[in-house]
């Protein structure tokens, strides 16, 4: 077991924790990323990306974060491969982390960068065809199935906001929900209720998703009425799980305020916590967007706005990092 100091400590990869730490490594920060469970984050189990700045074809999603992270490395970042389990906010900068591994991670400014993780139904085929005709993001990947049939799985806010988005590539949008309403805002409802291009099937669940994830992806989901128990197929290139997302946050819980979805509170327009040096980035905080690029766009304001929080500490003798207003209370 060791000790890992630095001035800026970053949970979690992805997106927002690599470009947390080139900006931070480029400021002299000496950043340590602790990548966790899945470096890289989501865009690890993502195949293509089309939507990514700089990138005039399609680019792998796995290759992505691993230039990303070679970038981060090649500036100065010390990337750690351990698991987060403990944090310690309480007492403020400098904050403390406990790995797996047992070794403690002392930083006088934190970048939360966990992330959040689709929700799956755990139906048959769905993890073997995912990035081949399932996905659980529109944004993302809808442009592949343009003029191509679409379903949506829910019911919600978000499931009706994909639909919705949808339409602008598909004339062919199903919704495909387990019950006989929806859960999604009445104004949203409306819209799509009333949309030529989408249709709703109600009380139905997806049994399996099939197809051949080797040769054409997805063909059709097993579907099964949720009534009388009734099977049917429902042919489509492809289906967009909209169930919703599970913030990484429970090592936040009681230390750090967080909406009624657990995903992190931060100060409109910024990364900042409750906690003065402590700042939120990428999905952890970002149920709205959640695209890698505005991720990456929060990674870089937080290492900014750690720059900053770090200018305006000062080191005593016995090398604590102390707000000037707590040192002259002291």
Known sequence: MATH????LIIGSGPAGYSAAIYGARAMMEPIVVQGLQPGGQLTITTDVENYPGFRDVVQGPWLMEEMQAQAEHVGTRMMWDTIVE???????????????GDEYIGDALVIATGAQAKWLGAPGEQELGGKGVSACATCDGFFYRGKTVAVIGGGNTAVEEALYLTNHSDNVTLVHRRDSLRAEKILQERLLNHPKISVLWNKAVESFAGDPLAGGLTHLNLRDTVDGSASELKVDGAFVAIGHSPATELFKGKLPMDEGGYLLVEPGTPKTEVPGVFAAGDVTDHVYRQAVTAAGMGC??????????????IDTDGHAHAPEQVAAE
């Open 5 to 8: 100091r630095t001035k800026l």
């Open 87 to 101: 944090v310690d906010l309480a007492g403020g900068s400098p904050f403390r982390a406990v790995g797996d591994s």
């Open 301 to 314: 304001m937080a290492a900014l706005d750690a720059e900053r929080f770090l200018a305006n500490l000062e």
